[in-house]
């Protein structure tokens, strides 16, 4: 066998030919990624948020409370409402100094741990809340992870920080008012529940009803064992304290049992909202419980939201 030796041009040329387009491609790219950096032209911004192990999470938010100059807006679970609040002198401090601060609680967190103290000059509100946002002065949020305690601290100069800014907003206009000062005393869920609903899931209920005068509670009655199910009354008694811990909690008002009238007086004091929604709950239960009732209106106090219930037949309600 005679064998003959290749040059190695011949014996690998197709692959350095391969090789070399490979490398004349590559250093274009390389000529077009910096052309791109030099004008300025990127595709991606990369963005650096910075991580807070749990250790240093309360000092932090102590020195964004204390450096705040015109809103602290808060939307706390159990866990954070527990971290703010060790922060508490701090809120008060910048309370006082006319920071405004505002307080978004879940229904959950409040009636689990409503023997808590909060801050004066804290305005507190109520909804479905999950996790921890914590917004200062429109300019820095941090997000508190309630599952290991870590959080992190974002600028809202990114699209991403402002949307937990809208978030909050959105979420604020809806929530329920809370009386902070109901809140030293243990409270009743069904009382918080019933509040909630009226100002959602009863709305159209209680519209309709209103505007046909229409005196067949019935379908009431089904909407809050609907919507509510730990609201289950058993007597008039029961109802009407429910309902005066709800208007003490939300609108600092009251419902109490007038026995020389044999009537109701329903009080509170908001501006804004209508006392005749609480005026058909309780009339549609005293339907429920056997009596019957009509709404007398004292126009020398509409200003102050009081509504009488006149129980037509013999009654007496034994209330604390």
Not at 6 to 31: C, Y
Not at 216 to 236: M, Q, R, V
Not at 253 to 265: A, P
Request: with cysteine; glycine share 4%.
């Amino acid at each position: 066998m005679i064998a003959t030796a290749t040059p190695p041009s011949e014996a690998f040329g197709e692959i350095i030919t391969l090789q070399e387009r490979r490398l004349v491609s590559m250093r274009s790219i390389l000529s077009s990624l910096k052309k791109l950096r030099e004008e300025d032209k990127k595709s991606y911004e990369e963005k650096k948020y910075l991580i807070l192990e749990p250790n240093v999470v309360v000092q932090k938010i102590e020195e964004l409370i204390s450096t705040a100059k015109s809103n602290i807006d808060l939307i706390l679970d159990s866990w954070g409402q527990k971290v703010v609040l060790q922060c508490k002198a701090s809120l008060s401090e910048i309370a006082r100094k006319g920071v405004k601060i505002n307080m978004l609680l879940g229904i959950e967190s409040i009636y689990k741990d409503s023997d808590v103290t909060f801050p004066n000059g804290v305005e507190i509100r109520s909804d479905n809340v999950s996790g921890n946002i914590l917004i200062f002065d429109f300019k820095k949020i941090v997000c508190i992870d309630s599952t290991n305690g870590k959080a992190s601290l974002i600028l809202t100069a990114d699209p991403f920080g402002f949307s937990y800014v809208k978030l909050f907003d959105e979420k604020w206009k809806k929530a329920l008012r809370i009386n902070s000062g109901m809140l030293t005393n243990k409270i009743p869920k069904e009382a918080l529940t019933l509040s909630k609903m009226v100002e959602n899931e009863l709305s159209q209920i209680l519209l309709e009803i209103s505007i046909k005068h229409d005196d067949n509670y019935t379908y009431l009655i089904d909407g809050i064992e609907k919507f509510g199910n730990e609201i289950n009354c058993k007597s008039i008694e029961e109802i009407v304290s429910i309902i005066d811990y709800a208007l003490r909690i939300s609108y600092s008002g009251y419902l109490k049992y007038e026995s020389q009238n044999n009537m109701l007086q329903l009080h509170f004091d908001s501006k804004e909202k209508s006392a005749v929604p609480w005026a058909l709950i309780i009339m549609a239960y005293i339907k429920k419980f056997g009596n019957d009732a009509k709404i007398i209106y004292d126009h020398r106090e509409m200003k102050a939201n009081t509504i009488y219930i006149k129980l037509l037949y013999p009654s007496v309600i034994h209330v604390n």
